[in-house]
C-alpha cells in the first residue's frame, strides 16, 4: 500500500491543474476554489444545509457503471 504522504501528494498533483485554472478565470484564492468545490459536490449551502435531496451525479453512478483508469499512476 502507498505511504499517506505519496497519496496526498499524488492527489495534489492532478488536482493542481484544475484549481490552477479555475484560480485565474475567476480571480478567486486557491481555498476560495476548494470551498466551493466541495461544496458542490456535497450539495451543501453556506450554512452548511443540502441544497438538495436529489442525488448528485457522482453518487449516482452504480458500481457497473465506473469508469476505471488502467493508468500507472492510478492508485
Do not use: C, H
Not at 501528494?9 to 493542481?16: E, N, Q, T
Not at 485554472?21 to 450539495?43: C, H, K, P, S
Not at 453556506?46 to 500507472?72: F, Y
Request: aromatic content about 6%; charged content about 30%; proline content about 5%.
Amino acid at each position: 500500500m502507498a505511504k499517506p504522504e505519496r497519496i496526498r501528494i499524488d492527489v495534489w498533483a492532478s488536482l493542481r491543474p484544475a484549481i490552477e485554472a479555475e484560480i485565474e478565470r475567476t480571480g478567486l484564492t486557491a481555498q476560495e476554489v476548494v470551498n466551493i468545490a466541495l461544496a458542490d459536490y456535497f450539495g451543501l449551502a453556506p450554512s452548511g444545509r443540502v441544497l438538495s435531496a436529489k442525488p448528485s451525479e457522482a453518487t449516482a453512478t452504480t458500481k457497473s457503471e465506473a469508469i476505471v483508469n488502467d493508468d500507472d499512476d492510478y492508485i
